[in-house]
């Protein structure tokens, strides 16, 4: 079945279990930073005006351009904006708020709040019962080569994966990636990445002896693109496999949003999805996918993730899930940014306790090129069966990304880093 074979090929981020740790042996990777004093940097927190919580994944962009961040897990963000650009703003939005505006005058920024006011009484319209979302999800993929890109175009992105053994940080990877993408009428067949500049820090402790590797993990920027890439959960074949259910309707970036549920309505050799989508509600373009890998068979989800493992090690996968989201730019929409958390724990026979592993990866597209784009070469492309930790830097210098744009790391993250760095 062509749907199965595809699964296969999506399911590239794969975890390898390794039975010792080795020195971190690193390819430098050069890059043509320039963070030379030709920009600006705004930096704060994002928080809900009512309750003050602080708001994650909050997207932190430029108006007219396509410079963007996104705010950590603790609402903390920081942009670097080009003198070159004029910027007067900076726009902040998230999912069920209303956008919020910064004004520039020139001059760095530090230390701003910015309260989100929650979307609560506009939507009522958006909620056509007498429609059926699926029909929606099929109308919105019937809407793909007119709502997303027909030309080539490359997006810069940062990438940063973590792996925690329980609440400890043993592996911090990033890096500035190249993303090409080809129209949106054609397949991912020809889509790249390239690492542009990256660091690694990997735990040297004795005590780490199972090494938790994420491959391919920057080709999440590809492969996890489910508009590009429908027959992921939706195509002609998939989608008699789910059940679709209308839910609250949000709003997002000030656009109101039909929000459908799906769930599995079939049982098949390997695993399924559950989730939202996020549609909206005039272009009905996809704006937001929110899915997990179904774990009513923790067999099929352990074949899905798990490439191998020593022998003796009982693996239990415990939450595989994504996030993606995507922004409107003129009349066309783009890929904005991706999240996937893996959860699992090991243990070896004869041994009481299980070990808890998380590994945790994002990507921000940070900017976009859409003119004269020309393909990676297959030779610089970062390849499916590679690791990012095994493919960058050092971990070292404090100014490593100069003018790029990144995730602002949190606080615990920076911990982390200052740990590691000292068993070197």
């Not at 027909?150 to 990033?174: P, W």
């Amino acid at each position: 079945m062509k749907t199965r074979s595809k699964q296969a090929i999506f399911f590239f981020m794969i975890l390898a279990m390794l039975l010792s740790l080795n020195p971190l042996q690193a390819q430098e990777v050069n890059g043509n930073g320039n963070g030379n004093g030709d920009y600006i940097t705004v930096s704060g927190i994002v928080r809900d005006q009512k309750s003050r919580k602080k708001l994650e994944y909050a997207n932190i962009s430029i108006p007219g351009s396509n410079i963007g961040t996104v705010t950590n897990t603790e609402g903390g963000f920081s942009i670097k904006i080009k003198n070159t650009l004029l910027a007067k703003e900076v726009e902040v939005s998230h999912v069920g708020y209303l956008s919020s505006i910064i004004p520039l005058n020139g001059n760095d920024i530090s230390d701003v709040v910015v309260n989100l006011v929650p979307v609560s009484n506009l939507l009522e319209e958006i909620v056509v019962r007498a429609r059926d979302p699926r029909y929606i999800v099929e109308e919105a993929i019937s809407k793909i080569a007119v709502n997303y890109s027909s030309s080539n175009n490359m997006l810069t992105g940062f990438y940063r994966e973590t792996a925690q053994k329980g609440r400890r940080y043993i592996n911090i990877s990033e890096a500035i990636i190249d993303i090409y993408k080809t129209p949106y009428t054609e397949d991912a067949t020809r889509d790249r990445v390239q690492i542009f500049k990256g660091r690694s820090l990997l735990s040297q402790k004795k005590s780490d002896t199972l090494v938790v590797k994420l491959l391919g993990g920057p080709n999440l920027s590809i492969y996890v693109d489910i508009v590009k890439n429908p027959d992921i959960l939706f195509d002609e074949e998939t989608l008699p496999l789910y059940s679709f259910k209308m839910e609250e309707a949000i709003m997002i970036n000030d656009r109101p949003q039909y929000v459908i549920s799906f769930t599995p309505q079939a049982i098949l050799p390997y695993a399924l999805y559950q989730g939202k989508l996020y549609i909206d509600k005039e272009r009905l373009a996809f704006t937001r996918a929110e899915y997990q890998l179904n774990m009513d068979d923790r067999n099929k989800a352990t074949q899905a993730i798990l490439k191998k493992k020593p022998f003796g090690l009982r693996f239990k996968p415990l939450e595989v899930s994504f996030l993606v989201s995507y922004t409107q730019r003129g009349d066309l929409t783009y890929l904005s940014y991706i999240r996937n958390e893996v959860r699992f724990n090991c243990d070896w026979k004869r041994r009481l306790f299980a070990t808890n592993y998380t590994i945790d990866s994002e990507m921000v597209v940070t900017d976009m090129q859409t003119d004269n784009v020309t393909n990676i070469p297959y030779r610089q492309a970062f390849k499916a069966s590679q690791s990012l930790s095994d493919r960058v830097s050092d971990f070292m210098d404090d100014d490593f990304w100069g003018a790029y744009n990144i995730i602002e790391p949190t606080e615990s993250l920076e911990s982390a880093v200052n740990k590691l760095r000292k068993q070197k």
